[in-house]
C-alpha cells in the first residue's frame, strides 16, 4: 500500500514537473536510506545524470515562467512528464519490499502505466489551464502559478518519500483543484467561442 502511495505521489508531481521528483529521488537515494532504488535503476542515483536533470530543470524552471514559451514547453513536456512519471513509480518498487509485497515487484509494467497515466492526466490539467490563466492575468499569472506548481511538486515528492499516507489527502485536494480549473477552462472556451459567433456590430 505505502509502494503504490509514494509511486502515485511521485508520478502526480512529474505530472507538474518532470525533473523535481526525478532529483529528489536520485539524491535521497545517494544520501539517506529513504528511498531504496531497484535493480535497473542504479543510474538514477548517478551523480552526472542528477546534474543533466537539474541542468534541464534550470531550463523548465525559467521556460515556464514566461508567457506563450510556457504553453510551447507544455507541449514538449507532453512525452517528457509521463515519462517521468512512469520511473518515479517504478523505481519505488523497492518501498514494496519493505511492505513485504511481491505483487509490484513481479509486474513491473504496472508501475510504468500507473506512473504514465497519473503524470499525464496533471499534465493534461495543467496544460489546459495555464493558457486561460495568462489570458485571464495579462501574463502576470504565468510565473505565480509556475512558481506554485514548482512547489506543489517539491512538497508532494517529499510527502510520497517521507510521510506516504498523506498522499491521499493531497491527491484529494489536487482532485478538486483539477475540477474547478477544467470547470474554468471551459467557460472560457465556451465564451470565446461566443464572442466569435457574436462579433460586435
Known amino acids: 500500500m505505502l509502494a503504490a502511495l509514494t509511486g502515485l505521489g511521485l508520478s502526480t508531481a512529474a505530472g507538474l514537473n518532470a ?99 497519473m503524470a499525464l492526466a496533471v499534465h493534461a490539467v495543467k496544460s489546459a489551464a495555464r493558457p486561460v490563466i495568462n489570458v485571464g492575468t495579462a501574463g502576470v499569472g504565468a510565473p505565480v502559478v509556475s512558481t506554485a506548481e514548482d512547489a506543489g511538486a517539491l512538497g508532494m515528492s517529499l510527502i510520497a518519500v517521507f510521510m506516504p499516507v498523506l498522499v491521499i489527502v493531497a491527491l484529494l485536494l489536487l482532485a478538486v483543484l483539477a475540477w474547478w480549473l477544467i470547470r474554468r477552462v471551459r467557460r472560457f472556451r465556451a465564451r470565446r467561442r461566443a464572442a466569435r459567433g457574436h462579433p460586435p456590430g
Do not use: C, H
Request: no cysteine; proline share 5%; hydrophobic share 55%.
Open 19 to 117: 525533473y523535481i521528483p526525478l532529483l529528489v529521488v536520485g539524491v535521497l537515494a545517494n544520501l539517506t536510506d529513504s528511498v531504496r532504488l531497484p535493480d535497473g535503476y542504479a543510474w538514477l542515483s548517478n551523480w552526472g545524470v542528477l546534474a543533466i536533470i537539474a541542468v534541464l530543470l534550470a531550463a523548465e524552471f525559467v521556460l515556464d515562467k514566461v508567457p506563450a514559451v510556457d504553453s510551447v514547453n507544455d507541449a514538449i513536456q507532453t512525452v517528457i512528464r509521463p515519462a517521468s512519471g512512469g520511473v518515479v513509480f517504478s523505481a519505488t518498487t523497492a518501498a514494496a519490499e519493505l511492505d513485504k509485497s511481491t505483487w509490484m515487484t513481479e509486474r513491473p509494467w504496472v508501475g510504468w502505466l500507473l506512473g504514465i497515466v
